[in-house]
């Protein structure tokens, strides 16, 4: 591993990055690591003690070690623009009758199409329709195309609406808010 510097990790990226996003795969960086996870001789035990911790978080976070900042509710999540669209959807959520609620899915991992792994920020479910919102950084700049191919499966797959927000969007809660409970609008409706 220690013959990849920094260089050659950079030009790998750099050839590797246009191809992912030509096929609709997010990647953002690349790296090197063993291609077999040294096992030890109780590796069943120390399973059976991962999986039965108290430490769950929902199943597509993909970090080892999250930062506190970014946890809340047992959810882990990319980024504090993700919590506040969270705290957000929990907002309305509450002030839903108890009839009519919403569920709310934090990075649910999934399989889209044929052969598509995607982590959308948030599944959103209301009265049997289903609907994503994504938190568009500045990673999403010039990706518009790639953005629009995923949303078009996410579509065929069922999902009737999808809505994205810049991160600009969430510095104000008025303004998530209202962002929030138009996307549930479109959601009933649709």
Known sequence: ??????????????????IAERNGVEAHSVYVGPALPDVVADWRSALQGRLTADTTTNHAARVTDPKPELRR???VFDS???IRVYEA?????????????ISIFPLPLGRVG???????DFLVVREGRAGLIEVDGPH??????A??????????????????????????????????????KRLRTH
């Open 147 to 184: 953005d629009g191919t995923r949303d078009r499966h996410w579509r065929n797959s069922g999902f009737v609406h999808i809505e994205r927000i810049l991160v600009e969007e969430t510095a104000k809660d008025a303004e998530l808010d209202a962002l929030v409970r138009t996307f549930l």
């Open 80 to 82: 504090r623009e993700e």
């Open 140 to 145: 999403h700049r010039g990706r518009l195309a």
């Open 73 to 75: 509710d047992g959810f």
């Open 1 to 18: 591993m220690d013959r990849f510097s920094e260089d050659l990790l950079a030009r790998i990226r750099d050839a590797l990055l246009p």
């Open 114 to 120: 044929v052969g598509n792994t995607w982590t959308p």
């Open 89 to 101: 959807l929990k907002r309305a959520q509450a002030a839903l009758p108890a009839d009519a609620t």
